[in-house]
T-cell receptor, first 117, second 114 residues
Framework: AQTVTQSQPEMSVQEAETVTLSCTYDTSENNYYLFWYKQPPSRQMILVIRQEAYKQQNATENRFSVNFQKAAKSFSLKISDSQLGDTAMYFCAFMRAGGTSYGKLTFGQGTILTVHP | NAGVTQTPKFQVLKTGQSMTLQCAQDMNHNSMYWYRQDPGMGLRLIYYSASEGTTDKGEVPNGYNVSRLNKREFSLRLESAAPSQTSVYFC?????????????FGSGTQLSVL
């Protein structure tokens, strides 16, 4: 079974600054995907960024980037130029690749991020 | 585009009552899922349907049943609600199994069981 751990229950950052959210995971799989989801107060789950384990290059999406360390089983999210709209709960998630595993996500506990003006 | 639509958005039940949570997607996705989110925890998979006509248990299926009514709709039923089922329930859908998938989530149903 896979486990995902987010060790930071809460984080805060000033607007326009950079913040990094941590995530570690445990798996015996070699092929998998990792995700960061954002959940604002509206409760909607929004995909922020995803990483395929077979890719060495770290994924980036505009102000969001990841630091994927496969050997260390670490997957951190860096938010640059933080904006007030980034205030939300952030979840790290794991998905095995192949067969009927698609769509079956294992989530971490979440990190509440507050961006201060 | 409506995406994934869940009804109701809020519900309060008494212990022992039954109810069905409805979910529909208009993206022609084959796979659909039900997750629950408890305070201080991430989402956990209850049941999923890889394609129309099939359903399978996820991580926490006890106390629930599901029906994949057609390709669009996937309902979750609580036959005899318990306080431990107080949670936020999310429905999601994704593209065909066997390909890399992105999940689309509904906005959730807040369920309280008294």
């Amino acid at each position: 079974a896979q486990t995902v751990t987010q060790s930071q229950p809460e984080m805060s950052v000033q607007e326009a600054e950079t913040v990094t959210l941590s995530c570690t995971y445990d798996t015996s799989e070699n092929n998998y995907y990792l995700f960061w989801y954002k959940q604002p107060p509206s409760r909607q789950m929004i995909l922020v960024i995803r990483q395929e384990a077979y890719k060495q290059q770290n994924a980036t999406e505009n102000r969001f980037s990841v630091n994927f360390q496969k050997a260390a089983k670490s997957f951190s999210l860096k938010i640059s130029d933080s904006q007030l709209g980034d205030t939300a709960m952030y979840f790290c998630a794991f998905m095995r690749a192949g067969g009927t595993s698609y769509g079956k996500l294992t989530f971490g506990q979440g990190t509440i991020l507050t961006v201060h003006p | 585009n409506a995406g994934v639509t869940q009804t109701p958005k809020f519900q309060v039940l008494k212990t022992g009552q039954s109810m069905t949570l409805q979910c529909a997607q208009d993206m022609n996705h084959n796979s659909m899922y039900w997750y629950r989110q408890d305070p201080g925890m991430g989402l956990r998979l209850i049941y999923y349907s890889a394609s129309e006509g099939t359903t399978d248990k996820g991580e926490v299926p006890n106390g629930y049943n599901v029906s994949r009514l057609n390709k669009r709709e996937f309902s979750l039923r609580l036959e005899s609600a318990a306080p431990s089922q107080t949670s936020v329930y999310f429905c999601a859908s994704s593209e065909e199994a066997g390909q890399f998938e992105k999940l689309f989530f509904g906005s959730g149903t807040q369920l309280s069981v008294l």
